[in-house]
């Protein structure tokens, strides 16, 4: 049986007392982390592409763009898909009360974005002058903000959205208007667009392109072609999927599936 207090040699090597701990990795594709926990709460950020990470009963799948937080002694695992650097950042009880209580994505503002990198450039690990420490106490006040989210691909029982969600997921490539879904579930146009804001926090063409993406990826991983890729989910050209694409994870399809083999040349 797991306990909590099974951590990993790792964090035992942490220095104690420090505020924040950063550690820096970078991970080979298809990389499988065991079920453990941290004494401290935990930020999970990737360079390129999608992590899961598993907690409880739930899969929490977020970008790049997004952050996982999982707080202290949470037993959780992890799945990385394709080759990337990955941060793990350590934040001790009193900045973590400031963070939400429960695993879950937080959004990267551009601002949030900056002071990783910085941090990262500089291959920070433990505080080394009061200056990291400011700067660290505002990302966390960023982060604290920024709100945040259950999943990248949110659910919902409302009883006009349920349908258009379930048959999206059947067949992502379904093209299907919202003034069309608006019509067979007896709504307008508005009125959904409306309810997909309230209920998912998000447009409705944004959670299609969303479960576009997942499905893309893991065609991607069987070597299907862009061409077929595109035209299965719906886009008139594969130009349009490439787009799409470099939208939501940052960069192309060819690298993406390079990223997957190993590779680092650049789409």
Request: hydrophobic share 45%; with cysteine; aromatic share 10%.
């Amino acid at each position: 049986m797991y306990t909590a207090s099974a951590y990993r040699e790792a964090d035992l090597r942490v220095p104690k007392g420090a505020p924040f701990y950063f550690r820096y990795d970078h991970f080979a594709p298809e990389t499988g982390i065991e079920l453990h926990s941290h004494p401290w709460g935990q930020f999970n950020r990737i360079s390129l592409g999608l992590v899961e990470v598993a907690v409880e009963a739930r899969k929490l799948t977020a970008p790049a763009e997004y952050l996982i937080w999982v707080p202290a002694n949470v037993p959780h695992s992890a799945s990385i898909r394709q080759a990337t650097d990955f941060m793990s950042v350590y934040v001790t009880e009193p900045f973590a009360r400031r963070l939400p209580p429960m695993a879950c994505l937080i959004p990267q503002t551009p601002l949030v974005r900056a002071l990783f990198e910085d941090f990262a450039e500089r291959r920070i690990a433990v505080m080394t002058d009061e200056w990291d420490l400011r700067q660290f106490e505002l990302m966390i006040e960023l982060l604290a903000r920024a709100g945040h989210t259950d999943s990248y691909l949110p659910d919902s029982d409302d009883r006009q959205l349920e349908p258009i969600l379930q048959a999206i997921r059947l067949d992502p490539a379904d093209a299907t208007t919202l003034q069309e879904w608006a019509e067979r579930v007896h709504s307008t146009e508005r009125t959904l667009a409306r309810r997909f804001q309230s209920a998912l926090g998000m447009t409705f063409v944004q959670w299609r392109n969303r479960v576009r993406l997942l499905r893309a990826l893991v065609w991607l991983k069987e070597d299907r072609s862009i061409q077929d890729i595109a035209l299965a989910l719906g886009y008139g050209t594969p130009s349009a999927f490439i787009a799409m694409f470099r939208k939501q994870i940052g960069f192309s399809p060819q690298r993406y599936r390079r990223q997957m083999c190993g590779e680092v040349a650049r789409a």
